[in-house]
């Protein structure tokens, strides 16, 4: 019989019943993500509960990656930590590896645990033609509107974030696939070590604040400005940073953090190169 504790991963029907509606389960318990069901009819996703799923079929991952592992333990200073929940919102490190390009026309990057697995991906959608012609011959787009969808291993939208146009200050919108608000990611300053305010509803639940001028790592903390995760940069190697567009990040969060502080924590540090920082290879 399948019980709860050996039910995999995955996207089930709603157990409390809401209707062509799929919850996130963990491999431990049901998460607050939800997603629209549009294959499964309304009466057979009401009645089954989370003892009757049946177990889907995963592939098993692979063993560690040691390159993984040195980019966390050696480059980015952190010392392994026991098994998260498998997702990502419930690991805690998220390894974010942008994807090497010689010219980059679309912001791609692959988000791993801290053993190499992968968890996600974030892809930059809705370019014209026009917006790649112009990041081809200049870096005129890092003033232009971006929008990313943060996706998990299936593919599966989690979070949208859209940074409209700007001139000066970046500001980012982070909404749910079905948009509906989550909050805003905001700078705060020009010069010196820049900051952001993570904002919800008009008040400030966090910030995100670069430790050099440079912006390259960035401690996060929450509204009483007590450190709840750490952004670090590892550096991607000579080849890339001359010949590419590569940034690799490891993001560590200390604990289970609150919604929609966690949501913002994730959105921020999967993003980092285009929510958050001028490019610093182009004109900016």
Excluded: C
């Amino acid at each position: 019989m399948t019980t709860q504790s050996n039910i995999s991963a995955g996207w089930y029907p709603d157990p409390h019943g809401a209707p062509q509606t799929l919850r996130y389960w963990d491999g431990a318990q049901w998460t607050q993500h939800t997603q629209a069901d549009q294959q499964q009819p309304q009466a057979v996703a009401q009645h089954i509960s989370p003892q009757h799923v049946p177990q889907q079929a995963t592939q098993q991952p692979a063993g560690p990656d040691p390159r993984v592992q040195r980019q966390v333990q050696q480059q980015a200073g952190v010392a392994p930590s026991g098994p998260g929940g498998g997702s990502l919102f419930t690991e805690p490190v998220l390894v974010v590896n942008q994807k090497a390009k010689l010219i980059e026309l679309t912001n791609e990057y692959t988000v791993m645990d801290q053993n190499g697995n992968q968890l996600g991906s974030v892809t930059e959608v809705g370019q014209s033609a026009l917006k790649k012609a112009l990041r081809f011959v200049s870096s005129l787009d890092q003033f232009m509107t971006h929008r990313l969808e943060i996706r998990d291993a299936h593919g599966q939208p989690q979070l949208v974030l859209t940074r409209p146009a700007k001139l000066l200050k970046s500001r980012v919108v982070v909404s749910r696939p079905d948009g509906s608000p989550v909050g805003e990611i905001v700078q705060q300053n020009m010069i010196g070590k820049i900051n952001f305010a993570m904002v919800v509803d008009g008040l400030q639940v966090g910030a995100i604040k670069a430790e050099n001028w440079r912006a390259w790592n960035f401690a996060i903390v929450d509204h009483a400005g007590n450190e709840v995760a750490r952004i670090t940069k590892t550096w991607e190697g000579l080849a890339k940073t001359m010949f590419t567009t590569a940034d690799n990040y490891v993001l560590q969060i200390h604990y289970q953090l609150p919604e929609p502080l966690l949501s913002l924590v994730v959105a921020t540090a999967l993003t980092v190169d285009t929510a958050l920082k001028q490019d610093s290879r182009g004109l900016g």
